[in-house]
């Protein structure tokens, strides 16, 4: 891994009505063409994203939207696309076109804003001043004066994103509550066909760096080479971290007084609620022929004979519940507004995802009263291995 991935950047979301100048903002901030300007309301159709390091920022995800304002069949679609991206982000700049001076409808998200007043150079003082009001009684800030075409403003936007910074923006350790500085720490790496050849998969990439950053003692070796690995050692590992789905395997082998973990469950508990997942596990005691389960993957890659999510979870559930157990399968961002037809939800770790995303799909389940549960969370709770404290895990 030679770059930060997209889920461990600051996401920054333009958002505004068509032909605001939202892309022109974007090429701006970037020093770069990144999406397409012109002036036909309706250029950006899906979002437009650009990674990249802004000094005082570190690395960002810059994400142009379509407008919000689209209308028709095709229209409506984009709006709801933009909406599903607004939720991951981390910081919104919000782009009000001075010659229309309409102020675009925001879901309330909890998101800090950064509202900019653009095309500023079209329009007079006086304009300029009454709609600066308008956009602060919105908002609730007065919105930087910007010209894409000039350049102007771009500078103190940076400083605006900069102080607007969330404290909690990012994710906390993957490894915290697992594993503390120094220890001895034994990975056992998937090798499936959901590997990419020659290279190892994120979580992996992240908790190898994480631990080197930790000052920690790494031991990596396959399931089938553990028992060995665990012999060449002269100390029993305080931590092994294993793939979800070997947990049975690995306990099996696991020497006594040594925690066990996934990197799932680590990333549950980084990226989303873990005690949320651990109580919602307990759901699948209920579960019946008569349920409905829907298993949600970040990824979007073209599922093996082995995949964990496709087949051996709903492989686990319905050798527990019944043959009959109805299972839905859904990737990427295509989440289901209403939840209320499932008796449980199962979420990858979400590698893929920021941590803003990962929370607000959480608190859509808790709104809707659906348990959620995490992939590792659930099979370990299926092995009868799951704590009540994820630091036993």
């Known amino acids: 891994?030679?770059?930060?991935?997209k889920s461990g950047r600051l996401h920054i979301v333009l958002a505004g009505e068509r032909n605001s100048g939202k892309s022109s903002l974007l090429n701006a901030i970037a020093g770069q063409h990144v999406a397409i300007v012109s002036d036909i309301p309706g250029t950006t159709t899906d979002s437009v994203s650009k990674a990249m390091e802004i000094s005082g920022l570190g690395p960002c995800l810059l994400v142009d939207t379509a407008g919000l304002d689209d209308s028709g069949e095709l229209g409506s679609k984009r709006v709801e696309n933009s909406f599903d991206v607004i939720r991951a982000a981390d910081i919104m700049i919000v782009v009000v076109d001075s010659q229309t001076a309409k102020l675009p409808d925001l879901p309330i998200l909890g998101i800090p804003v950064v509202?900019?007043?653009?095309?500023?150079?079209l329009i007079g003082e006086a304009e300029i001043n009454i709609v600066s009001a308008a956009i602060n009684k919105k908002y609730g800030k007065a919105p930087i004066l910007t010209s894409a075409h000039t350049g102007k403003g771009i500078h103190e936007i940076i400083a605006a994103l900069q102080e607007a910074i969330p404290e909690d923006w990012n994710a906390p350790l993957i490894t915290a509550g697992f594993v503390n500085e120094g220890d001895l720490v034994v990975l056992v790496m998937p090798q499936d066909k959901q590997a990419p050849k020659a290279r190892l998969i994120l979580p992996q990439q992240q908790?190898?760096?994480?631990?080197?950053?930790?000052?920690?003692?790494?031991?990596?070796?396959?399931?089938?080479?553990?028992?060995e690995a665990l012999d060449s050692l002269k100390e029993p590992p305080k931590v092994i971290i294993t793939d979800s789905q070997d947990f049975d395997k690995v306990h099996k082998l696991t020497p006594e007084g040594t925690r066990l973990t996934s990197f799932s469950i680590m990333l549950a508990a980084s990226k989303g609620d873990i005690d949320f997942f651990i109580e919602s596990a307990r759901k699948i005691d209920s579960l019946t022929k008569d349920s409905k389960v829907l298993i949600a993957e970040a990824c979007t890659h073209v599922p093996a004979s082995e995949d964990i999510g496709r087949v051996k979870i709903p492989g686990l559930l319905r050798k527990r519940v019944g043959e009959d157990l109805k299972i839905e399968i859904v990737s990427g961002r295509d989440f289901p507004k209403d939840l209320s037809d499932y008796d449980l939800v199962i979420h990858c770790g979400a590698c893929m995802f920021n941590r803003r995303y990962v929370l607000a799909r959480v608190q859509e389940a808790k709104r809707q009263g659906v348990p959620m549960t995490n992939y590792g969370v659930a099979i370990a709770y299926i092995n009868n291995l799951l704590y009540n404290n994820h630091n036993n895990n």
Request: a neutral charge; hydrophobic letters at 30%; proline letters at 6%.
């Open 207 to 227: 908790t190898i760096r994480e631990l080197l950053d930790r000052k920690c003692r790494i031991v990596c070796c396959t399931t089938d080479c553990l028992s």
């Open 1 to 5: 891994m030679i770059e930060t991935p």
């Open 115 to 121: 509202p900019v007043l653009n095309k500023c150079e």
